[in-house]
């Protein structure tokens, strides 16, 4: 309240002056002194209004909602709530005109965007690396191939853009930000395999994704290969070839012996004629980020896929919350380049920080209003990770199995298991699909052994798929990207409590949750041995308040290596009963000593939460 005294009763106050006019939009997340002067008031107004209201709040304290309707309809202002960015972003579309789109004579073929999927071991990584590398253009400085998440090859007076990451993984993780960036799927099956459980992934993906389909039979070189068998099977999954009197183009070939790879390319391209993939190469660009990171010589660097316009280096960019002027653009074959036309992937510098996959770029009107966007996208998602309360919305919730069961449908729980071993992954496994019944199926996007990560909660989101872990924790970022996605990740170190869960959903019984609420997390820095008390780690908090007494987990590469409590916490040599974010301290665990730099510590709370 301190600084709010001076203003208090001072001729600041305007509490007669008349409101603004008409509409006041309003960011969610300000405080009575960033709100008020809209609505020409003091802050002090404010806070005293909302303090005779029973509100204490100070001038730079975040406003909620209620309290600033309240106050509008105290003075009788007219606000629409907003949330951060969103206001530049409407601005910023509008900006980008867009109406050129629509203009036929300004629409160009582009070549399509294919993604190469399939079983593991069927030859997708082959294919890829065989396209790519007789393309590369020989004599040109180091006639290297740069793998940069995808790459553009001529074929037959066209072009055609391949996705450089094999599998549905990355079409997954794209799609669940919303982006969709294939326009033909390339599905590899091997013809002495023929279609297995990922083959049938990938179609289901790829159907899903309303994206069509061109089959490569692989491997027809091998003794055992059985084209026929292949295409019984595919027409099982209404993938009926050509030859069979179907509309599914399949092509015989050896990524290997470099057979038929020819054919493919040009089936490619009738395929991409017949779905008129066009686009307008005027105006400036817009398109996906495909991977970005940062470079330790260069800063972030993002692949970036253009989607119409042309992109030019010295153009400003937003990609997500990161904005910048493009300061050099890379293509696939290590090149520098001055601009980049459609579905023209391109590695560009200059950003201000690391995008994410599947986040849109796009080319502002200047540098103001990019820099303005990306930051207002960063203070929102800053402000969704801090209300951890936002999960829960999206993705088919444990507790929506019984519904589902009871109105009669055949109810698919979707899981994704992460497991410390490989004993415990195949335990848990077996042990769940015995729950399975006639009306309950269980089916497992993904299982493999280590902790929760941001490419599982990515998988997760596509799939609507409830994460379960066995012995293993989310890290940092995966929780909070859980949480702004709303994916379910349930935890567990006792199998039986597991399946008893699971058991009680497919009844509608799912009992209260305990939700753990992740109080504190310490980086282990330096381990010191101390005769008679044994070790202390010598930590960073990294988040929240590490308190003495409080519940720990000792985590190792996502994995739960130790559960105990907090024995002693120092600061320096003092005694210490919490200590915060960003300062460092010693910790003694009860009886754990078998710590090492990197390690992190973990400390929560359990609470019920009540089901709604
Ligand atoms: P991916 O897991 O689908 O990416 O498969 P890879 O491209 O890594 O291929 C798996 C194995 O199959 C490798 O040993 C390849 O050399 C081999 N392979 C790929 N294509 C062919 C082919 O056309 N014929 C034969 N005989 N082997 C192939």
Known sequence: MDELQPHLGTNYTRDDAPVPEGTIVIERGVSAQEFAPKVNRTAADLVRFLLKNGEMVTATMTL?????????????????????????????????????????????????????MGHVDHGKTTLLDKIRNANVVAGEAGGITQHIGAYKVPHDGGAITFIDTPGHAAFTKMRARGAQVTDIVVLVVAADDGVMPQTAEAINHAKSADVPIIVAINKIDKENADVDRVMAQLSEYELVPESWGGDTITVQMSAQQNLGVDDLLSQLLVVAELEELTANPTGRAK???????????????????????TLRVGDPIVAGAAWGRVRAMIDDQGRQIKEAGPSTPVQVLGLSAVPGAGDEFRVAPDDKTARTVA?????????????????VQKGVKLEDIFSQIQAGEVATLNLLLKAD?????????????????????????HRAVGGITENDISLASATNATIIGFNVRPDRKAREMAAAEGVDIRTYEIIYKLLEDIERAMVGMLAPEFEEVVTGEAEVREVFRVPKIGAIAGCLVRSGVITRGSKVRFIRDGVIIWKGSINSLKRFKDDAREVREGFECGIGLSD???????????TFDEREVARV
Do not use: C, W, Y
């Open 64 to 116: 909620s909602d209620e309290q600033m309707e309240l106050f509008a309809l105290e003075i009788g202002a007219e606000i629409l709530l907003v949330e951060p960015g969103q206001q530049e972003e409407l601005e910023l579309q509008a900006l980008f005109d867009d109406s050129d789109d629509e203009i036929e004579a300004l629409q160009q073929s582009r070549p399509p965007v294919v993604t190469v």
């Open 287 to 309: 398109g996906i980020v495909l991977e970005a990171n940062l470079d330790t010589g260069r800063g972030p660097v993002a692949t970036i896929l253009v989607d119409k316009g």
């Open 375 to 391: 930051e207002a996208r960063e203070q929102r998602s800053r402000l969704t990770n801090q209300r951890g309360d936002a999960r």
């Open 421 to 445: 071993v490989h004993g415990s992954l195949e335990a848990v496994t077996e042990s769940l699909r015995k729950l399975e019944r006639d009306e309950v199926k269980l089916s497992f996007v």
């Open 592 to 602: 754990f000593t078998d710590l090492k730099g990197g390690d992190l510590i973990e």
